[in-house]
């Protein structure tokens, strides 16, 4: 053999292929084994010298040895399935005679998609040392992608080991989800808890994060403030303008009365009154969403909608701002992080107390662009900033920090641009890499197209990336036995979306994609790259329904993102908490296809005429409509190939009012109280299609006719 794997290789690979085989949801644990068949063997481990010894201090993955007498920290080979989630430096030597500032934070502060070639950290230290005051300072990257407040409390705590001289920390984004993991179980037995409500979630949530920010300003106060070391403290601000509320997010809760039946039917009215640019009736039917569900955001983002209409911005921003808080109330598993407006407030009151300086985002972006919300020039998603943000806010920081050191004040206009920008084939990768990550987040086709299209213009060089993406997001194979993906991870190219490893999505949740890819084929053909009849004959030679039965209950054909009810579990069927279910299914065009639904409503008055619809490609006439049911009934239909789109096509299951449902019980525990809290419309315990079989087809239409008769 040419080549022989490395001892390391084979027992990453092996322990990697173990979890794979076994469906572990392990996933940062298995993002990690990939990684490492990125990296190079770590080197073998050698005995120490007598001047050299190692200690079991260390400083997130950097672990302090002992190295001609002095003090090192070097990448722990141990923890080296996370090392993709930090700094990418070896080693942190001792201090030398210079400034040295910290940087604390999360994958904001990392420059997510920028990261490594761009980051927040060197964009501070280009900035500090064109002063004459801060000149040959040093920034120390101590920031995490992913870090929770619990793990900026380690860092914090061992941190001062580094003999700062001040600290920067840009932080906040992802306490939320500390608040949510913490919220005492006790709390569940206080009276008046027999019920779930959404006004005690809050409040719950709340008062937990009040508790964690105050723990946190303790910790920094201890190790820094009282080891008089400045510390400056980047409050995050949230992408207003371009980030809208996922499915998920728009769950409607149980309403008393007809409520939930109210705001659907608003809903609706609202949508179209922004659709026909009828604002009478968008400001009527948003403020009636709101009353009937604070907790909703769809209701403050329809509001929104009309200010701008309005060119009310300052309006429109607090209507926005009020929707991106309601994350407290928990209902998808996937929503993404954000500064909500109770910690932001916490910490510019607290902060200062405990000796902090203050840069808020939220102030010094509105001060830039005062007439406009935040919006994609300053944001590549919810909260990472682009290289214009993280330019203005380090600028800002800078200015910060050059009055400390002076000891009085310092004008921002005495304080220099850095000068550092990414070139072209660094940002086109960044845009690309937001198109990824606003589409598995359920954001809408507009922006997805937009960081496609500015990848592209911003550099040819994403092409290669760009055509490996759509070819093993196409595929019916997990994502990491695909050559694209192979050949994606191998040749570097994504590097900067955590070395490609969130390319591959948690086992059996493969997405196809379909916006995404969509978005991607136009921006290559309106580039002159063909992509879309390759596309096209793709899909249907790996998805299209044939006299294989397909099941439609994969996540290929019943998700689009990776946005779930907040409440993971097992469960014996299909559950949606939405009004309605969206399925995508690949035809051939050449052949009928049969379908077979096995469903349940459990909460529709089957008394009445509450029935199911089934609409097809967007037509307004429901494709087939039958009963609602408290049982579970099998409905069998055809659809004719003249109504089918050669290629991808979307069926979409309309669910009757949950009129009957009543919360019922005490709570006692946080999955209950939520699960409680937003009823399920309707259940699917099968859903699948086939190719018609020789000799079947009128057996499945009597099949159809007799399960309609029963449902009558």
């Given at each position: 053999m040419p080549y022989r794997p490395s001892e390391f290789t084979r027992t990453v690979a092996t322990e990697l292929a173990g979890l794979i085989y076994a469906g572990s949801k392990e996933n940062e644990k298995m993002q990690g084994l990939l990684s490492q068949l990125q990296q190079p063997a770590p080197r073998l481990p050698v005995e120490p010298a007598p001047e050299e010894k190692s200690t079991a201090n260390g400083i997130g993955i950097w672990r302090e040895v002992s190295e001609n007498d002095a003090r090192v920290y070097r990448r722990d080979d141990a923890k080296s399935g996370e090392w993709h989630l930090w700094a990418d430096v070896e080693a942190i030597q001792p201090k030398q005679n210079r400034k040295r500032i910290l940087l604390l934070g999360e994958s904001a502060a990392r420059g997510f998609l920028y990261d490594p070639f761009y980051n927040v950290a060197k964009e501070l230290e280009a900035v500090v040392n064109k002063t004459t005051l801060l000149k040959g300072a040093e920034v120390i990257d101590l920031a995490r992608t992913s870090m929770l407040l619990d793990g900026l409390q380690d860092i914090i705590r061992s941190a001062h080991l580094l003999s700062p001289d001040a600290v920067v920390i840009f932080a906040g984004n992802n306490w939320i989800f500390n608040a949510f993991g913490e919220v005492d179980r006790d709390i569940w037995q206080k009276p008046g808890n027999s019920a779930p409500s959404s006004t005690v979630q809050k409040a719950m949530v709340e008062e937990r994060l009040t508790l964690l920010v105050t723990g946190l300003l303790e910790d920094i106060k201890t190790h820094f403030t009282d080891r008089n070391i400045p510390v400056v403290f980047v409050v995050p601000e949230f992408n207003l303008q371009d980030w809208k509320s996922s499915a998920a997010e728009t769950l409607q809760p149980w309403l008393p009365g007809n409520g939930w039946a109210q705001?659907?039917?608003?809903?609706?009215?609202?949508?179209?009154?922004?659709?026909?640019?009828?604002?009478?009736?968008?400001?009527?039917?948003?403020?009636?969403?709101?009353?009937?569900?604070?907790?909703?955001?769809?209701?403050?983002?329809?509001?929104?909608?009309?200010?701008?209409?309005?060119?009310?911005?300052?309006?429109?921003?607090?209507?926005?701002?009020?929707?991106?808080?309601?994350?407290?109330?928990?209902?998808?598993?996937?929503?993404?992080?954000?500064?909500?407006?109770?910690?932001?407030?916490?910490?510019?009151?607290?902060?200062?107390?405990?000796?902090?300086?203050?840069?808020?985002?939220?102030?010094?972006?509105?001060?830039?662009?005062?007439?406009?919300?935040?919006?994609?020039?300053?944001?590549?998603?919810?909260?990472?900033?682009?290289?214009?943000?993280?330019?203005?806010?380090?600028?800002?920081?800078?200015?910060?920090?050059?009055?400390?050191?002076?000891?009085?004040?310092?004008?921002?206009?005495?304080?220099?641009?850095?000068?550092?920008?990414?070139?072209?084939?660094?940002?086109?990768?960044?845009?690309?890499?937001?198109?990824?990550?606003?589409?598995?987040?359920?954001?809408?086709?507009?922006?997805?197209?937009?960081?496609?299209?500015?990848?592209?213009?911003?550099?040819?060089?994403?092409?290669?990336?760009?055509?490996?993406?759509?070819?093993?997001?196409?595929?019916?194979?997990?994502?990491?036995?695909?050559?694209?993906?192979?050949?994606?991870?191998?040749?570097?190219?994504?590097?900067?979306?955590?070395?490609?490893?969130?390319?591959?999505?948690?086992?059996?949740?493969?997405?196809?994609?379909?916006?995404?890819?969509?978005?991607?084929?136009?921006s290559l053909e309106t580039a002159g790259v063909p992509a879309a009849d390759t596309i096209r004959q793709l899909r249907i030679a790996e998805h299209a329904i044939s006299e294989k039965k397909c099941d439609l209950l994969q996540s290929y054909y019943a998700s689009t993102s990776y946005h779930t009810f907040f409440i993971g579990r097992e469960n014996h069927c299909y559950e949606s908490r939405q009004a309605e279910s969206s399925f995508q299914f690949v035809s051939a065009g050449s052949t009928d296809l049969d379908f077979e639904l096995c469903f349940r409503t459990p909460f529709a008055d089957t008394s009445s005429l509450s029935e199911i619809r089934l609409y097809l490609n967007g037509d307004s006439s429901p494709l087939v409509t039958f009963g609602a049911s408290e049982k579970w009934c099998n409905v069998f239909f055809t659809v004719s190939r003249e109504r089918l789109l050669t290629g991808v096509n979307e069926i979409i299951v309309a669910w009757p009012d949950v009129s009957l449902y009543q919360p019922q019980g005490s709570y006692h525990s946080l999955p209950a109280f939520v699960t409680a809290l937003y009823p399920v419309a309707g259940e699917i315990f099968s859903f699948t299609a086939v190719g018609p079989q020789p000799g079947t087809q009128e057996a499945l239409t009597t099949s159809m006719a007799l399960d309609e008769e029963m449902l009558r």
């Open positions: 705001w659907r039917e608003q809903k609706k009215l609202a949508a179209k009154a922004l659709a026909d640019h009828n604002d009478a009736l968008l400001q009527e039917s948003a403020d009636h969403m709101i009353r009937l569900d604070p907790s909703n955001p769809l209701g403050h983002e329809f509001m929104a909608a009309f200010h701008l209409r309005r060119q009310e911005n300052d309006k429109a921003a607090a209507c926005l701002r009020v929707a991106r808080d309601t994350i407290v109330y928990m209902r998808s598993a996937g929503s993404m992080p954000r500064c909500i407006t109770a910690i932001r407030e916490q910490l510019l009151t607290a902060g200062p107390l405990y000796g902090m300086h203050m840069v808020d985002l939220q102030e010094v972006f509105g001060e830039i662009y005062p007439d406009q919300l935040p919006d994609r020039q300053l944001f590549l998603d919810n909260c990472h900033l682009t290289a214009t943000g993280i330019m203005h806010a380090m600028r800002h920081t800078a200015q910060v920090l050059l009055q400390i050191f002076a000891g009085g004040a310092y004008p921002l206009e005495e304080v220099p641009f850095s000068g550092m920008k990414p070139d072209n084939n660094i940002c086109a990768i960044a845009h690309f890499s937001a198109a990824i990550y606003n589409a598995h987040s359920g954001q809408p086709a507009e922006i997805i197209q937009y960081h496609c299209h500015q990848a592209l213009g911003l550099s040819r060089r994403v092409q290669k990336g760009m055509l490996h993406y759509i070819d093993f997001a196409s595929r019916y194979a997990y994502t990491l036995f695909c050559k694209s993906f192979e050949d994606i991870i191998r040749d570097g190219s994504m590097r900067q979306y955590e070395g490609g490893i969130l390319l591959c999505p948690p086992r059996g949740k493969k997405l196809m994609d379909i916006t995404l890819v969509n978005a991607i084929v136009q």
